[in-house]
């Protein structure tokens, strides 16, 4: 993991320190909700890519009796074993995940297990290659079991004129998406290449302002209650 980058490493834990009772509070608060929502009857949680955990609460992760976590960012697990000391995290290797054969892996390696994917599916992964083939694995690899993940859609730099909750009984248009947030005019974003996952399944849709001039529309889906 670069010691400089957006998703991780030292810049990122700086910005979620100055931003945590401002700009990322809305979005954290979702996620809280979220996760209290999401319940799993597994007793074992996979987290994959928490960084520090600063979307995560120590209710939901008490939840559970063994919880194991992919996260390549050394400082982020330092960060995560402060913010919970009573969790016993397990860390486990985290790259090899990220390899051609990565989704069957997960599946095979934790028989039983509920998986969290914590903003993971839309950044690009240390050693993934083929990334559209990656996702489209892991699909199948995580299917009958139980999962959740929020992720990337889209960001751009232009402010929202709407900031609400969007609920879809499956995947939107990333149109119909846009429109919910944004009331026309141009729009220049990044795709973040996760749109359609899981099609069929019921989602969420919200803001996730990550710095100033910069927002993200996240997607949560999950399976398993």
Not at 160 to 168: E, F, I, R, T
Request: charged letters at 20%; hydrophobic letters at 45%.
């Amino acid at each position: 993991m670069p010691l400089f980058h957006d998703s991780g490493g030292l810049l990122y834990h700086l910005r979620a320190w100055r931003y945590r009772h401002t700009l990322w509070q809305p979005f954290h608060s979702q996620v809280h909700a979220w996760l209290a929502e999401w319940r799993p009857r597994a007793t074992h949680l996979v987290l994959l890519g928490p960084s520090g955990g600063y979307a995560l609460d120590s209710e939901f992760l008490q939840r559970f009796i063994r919880v194991t976590v992919l996260e390549p960012d050394p400082l982020a697990r330092f960060l995560l074993r402060r913010r919970f000391p009573g969790v016993a995290f397990e860390f486990a290797d985290p790259y090899v995940f990220s390899s051609p054969d990565g989704p069957n892996w997960l599946e095979l390696a934790w028989p039983g297990a509920a998986f969290l994917f914590c903003n993971l599916l839309g950044q690009h992964l240390v050693g993934q290659k083929n990334r559209a083939g990656w996702l489209a694995a892991l699909e199948p690899a995580l299917n009958g079991r139980e999962w959740a993940s929020w992720h990337d859609l889209v960001s751009t730099t232009r402010p929202p004129d709407s900031h609400g909750l969007l609920k879809c009984g499956q995947a939107a248009p990333l149109d119909q998406v846009l429109a919910h947030f944004w009331s026309g005019g141009e729009l220049h974003l990044h795709d973040h290449e996760c749109a359609q996952l899981w099609a069929d399944r019921p989602r969420q849709y919200t803001l996730w302002q990550l710095r100033m001039h910069q927002y993200h529309v996240v997607e949560w889906l999950y399976a398993g209650d």
